[in-house]
């Protein structure tokens, strides 16, 4: 009995420690801050990312974030998830770059414009392609907050 006691702790641990997210604030993805860079490609200037200590300490880890679903291509093509609903966020003008992260789920989401909801995903800090957002989240997944 003692061994089988050992056994499940032991994969209980692993279990629990290899599946463990960390859930994070709007917060920790406001350290970051922004320059002006040329961007010859498009031939204007873009704010480019300097990430800081701690957000690049979740880069390729499975985090979540508690926000308002966007879907901004209106064809389910485009998910992001923002600090502020639509009418006040980022493409809008009303918020940083630091308050939206470009989700790929792992399936189509249910969700519909300005749902609260927690995603789940691995974390990637884009420091360069200005097609995309400067955090990014794939294998993701989600649920909706009631």
Not at 54 to 69: D, E, P
Request: hydrophobic share 40%; with cysteine.
């Amino acid at each position: 009995m003692f061994r089988f006691s050992l056994f499940l702790s032991f994969f209980l641990f692993v279990h629990l420690s290899t599946t463990a997210q960390e859930q994070l604030s709007w917060e920790d993805f406001a350290d970051v801050n922004f320059e002006a860079e040329f961007n010859e490609k498009y031939g204007v200037h873009f704010l480019m990312p300097t990430f800081g200590e701690k957000i690049r300490s979740y880069q390729g880890k499975r985090v979540s974030i508690k926000g308002y679903f966007l879907d901004i291509s209106g064809s389910g093509e485009i998910f992001l998830v923002s600090q502020n609903p639509m009418a006040s966020c980022f493409f809008c003008g009303a918020a940083g770059p630091e308050t939206i992260i470009e989700v790929s789920f792992k399936e189509k989401p249910p969700f519909r414009t300005d749902q609260i909801v927690v995603v789940s995903g691995v974390l990637d800090l884009n420091t360069d392609d200005v097609d995309h957002c400067n955090y990014i989240m794939s294998d993701a997944s989600g649920r909706l907050v009631k």
